[in-house]
């Protein structure tokens, strides 16, 4: 990832494949900051070569046991075409892989162009963490509020998406529930993917009916995968 300014504004360049693209604006970034999630973030996006050529870009760090997205989607698309080929009936009135986004380009991160990103390999020199390691004390735990989110090109206070209020009892209950032992992280790598369909967040959308539509077509999907 390469910071530049254009315009005035900071945007970010980002390789994934053989392809660079230039990131346009933030689409979500919700919960990105969260030490143990996924550190998640889409943004709408062109590529360098041409920028009417326009792309949802997604940068996550996934468990390294998982399959990568790009991979499982374009098997999925495979599998759609072979059971059509056989004849079998899918639910929903448009082609079933419509209901799944289209893989433009996709890969692991690498560092200094060779390296694999990964939280174990490279972050932490593929050592673990020390057998004593404590956590925080929590006893001072106070209602959390949203964070602070101008990252990645964006002037915002706040993130892309919807992060859910936590209550004092919420906090409370989590404090209580925090585990006395360390427990195993999972190593996680760098992966980014770039889909040709740029969309919203379900949180962004202002027409019922849109939402609605939203839901049946991710419902229509699961079904198609399980056909598949």
């Excluded at 940068?59 to 999925?76: A, F, K, Q, Y």
Aim: with cysteine; proline share 4%; charged share 20%.
């Amino acid at each position: 990832m390469t910071r530049i300014q254009v315009d005035g504004h900071i945007q970010y360049k980002f390789q994934v494949g053989n392809e660079l693209y230039i990131t346009i604006k933030t689409l979500a970034d919700s919960a990105a900051n969260f030490i143990r999630g996924r550190g998640t973030r889409v943004f709408q996006a062109h590529k360098q070569s041409d920028p009417h050529h326009i792309v949802a870009l997604k940068d996550v760090w996934l468990e390294d046991d998982r399959t990568l997205e790009g991979v499982l989607l374009e098997s999925m698309r495979a599998n759609i075409a072979e059971r059509q080929a056989q004849g079998t009936v899918f639910p929903g009135c448009k082609d079933p892989s419509a209901y799944f986004l289209t893989v433009e380009a996709h890969g692991r991160v690498k560092v200094d162009g060779e390296t694999n990103d990964h939280t174990v390999d490279v972050m932490m020199r593929g050592m673990g963490l020390p057998s004593d390691l404590e956590y925080l004390p929590t006893s001072s735990w106070t209602a959390p509020s949203f964070r602070d989110s101008r990252v990645m090109g964006s002037d915002r206070g706040y993130s892309v998406g919807h992060t859910p209020q936590i209550s004092s009892d919420m906090a409370e209950a989590m404090r209580a529930h925090v585990p006395r032992e360390t427990l195993p992280f999972q190593g996680r790598i760098h992966y980014r993917i770039v889909f040709s369909e740029v969309g919203q967040t379900v949180h962004d959308l202002r027409q019922l009916s849109h939402v609605y539509q939203c839901l049946s077509d991710a419902t229509i999907g699961v079904f198609s995968y399980r056909l598949s």
